[in-house]
């Protein structure tokens, strides 16, 4: 019998900070991955796959050239499935090779195999060649991940009609597409093929999409959207997806509509990657889409030795967080003291344009009943802004009228998920708007916004009481 202070199932992003985390304080720690290779959904069909196509697809279309250029400007005029995987390849390698090495480095040991439950210390791992081992963990972290909803009515047949893992495989790219599901995945897939140039409808049983965002950002990206010519179906349900003798799809909804494409792209949610760890030998049980109960704090879940971190415990699903939990809960499993996380972390949303939020939504400050002020700065306002050739773009911060502290900020546009980090420290830093109005930014910078929008708050609320 192998026995380890941590066993690890899954190498994605809250599996690898777990690992590292606990060799770091000298413990013995084993990964198992059923992957062909470490790195977990994050590596292989998520997180960083969907980044490089969008970045690939932004620089081969021209899009970000196109305010100067007009609509028609292309980069390279025929844009083929091969060049997007041949970038993709070229990451995903070098993804892997620095994640062997942390992994050498740190002399964490990782194998490759199945793993179930025998009982709660115990696991099976079925090897490829079909060896079978037994490994024995003080600790047992879970951290498998999610795959793709696939419900019976959608026929799947991995060409026409497929899921957000099968995207990547694609041989041709469609001229015409229906993305089923306006949660985070649908949408940004939906937005990287519209700036490809196909034709793009999105369909979705609910009225609304993004509900986690402020609202003001969400109509302006939702107008962006429209003015590109991307058809929103939104409150209308796909009955039935079939694919026709002529090779076309067909997609009738629920409102009569029936609309008709080369691609069905189903990316309406995920499933918590547990119907094979035989979780009832450990006395564990998964909801209804194979998510883990734990508790937020520790990430322990009802059996105390065993402890699940990352997208398999549900919201926010998000590779930074799921590295944070995998962290927090290796100390805890370990019996290291963790400290509890600043209380405001971003989330970003890699659409074309992107999306990026960190603190409260105005709707939320409003259920508050707090007192408030916004300032708002578009792109467009900005002298970087111009050089870049944006006329889109949004800013948006939110403020105590009482304390005048930021609450929220709130941005849709270029470079959204890398500006909203300013925000978030002053944030969690407990910051007012005089940090913005009184602090000097690179000029020409998109940062520049932040002043904006300080200013435009600033003028509404006036001098603070207190100051001399």
Known sequence: MNQYDLVVVGSGPAGRRAAIQAAKLGKKVLVIEQGKRVGGVSVHTGTIPSKTLRETALNLSGWRERGFYGRAYRVKQEISAEDLRRRLIITLDHEVEVLEHQFARNRV??????????????????????????????????????????????PFDGKAIIDSDELLDIEELPRSMVVIGAGVIGIEYATIFSALDTQVTLIDPKATMLDFIDKEIVEDFTYQLRDRNMKLHLGQKADKVERLPNGQCEIKLDSGRVIHCEMVLFAAGRMGATDTLNLEAAGLEADNRGRLK?????????????????????????????????????????????????????????????????????????????????????????????????DSGLLKLIFSLKTRRLLGVHIVGEGATELVHIGQAVLNLKGTVEYFVENTFNYPTLAEAYKIAGLDAWNRMGEPVNKA
């Open 109 to 154: 040991q990782h194998m490759r195999g199945k793993a179930s439950f025998v009982d709660k210390t115990t696991l099976q791992v079925v090897k490829d060649d079909g060896e079978v081992l037994h490994v024995q963990g003080t600790s047992i972290l879970l951290a498998v991940g999610t795959k793709p909803f696939r419900p019976d009515y959608i």
């Open 294 to 390: 734990v508790n937020p704090e520790t990430f322990q879940t009802s059996v105390p030795n065993i402890y699940a971190a990352g997208d398999v415990v549900g919201f926010p699903s998000l590779a930074s967080t799921s590295m944070e939990q995998g962290r927090v809960a290796a100390r805890v499993a370990v019996g290291a003291i963790a400290k509890e996380p600043p209380k405001f972390f971003p989330y970003g949303i890699y659409a074309v344009p992107e999306i990026s939020t960190c603190g409260l939504t105005e709707e939320e400050v409003k259920e508050r009943g707090i007192g408030y002020e916004c300032g708002i700065a578009r792109f467009r306002e900005t002298s970087r802004g111009h050089i870049m050739g944006l």
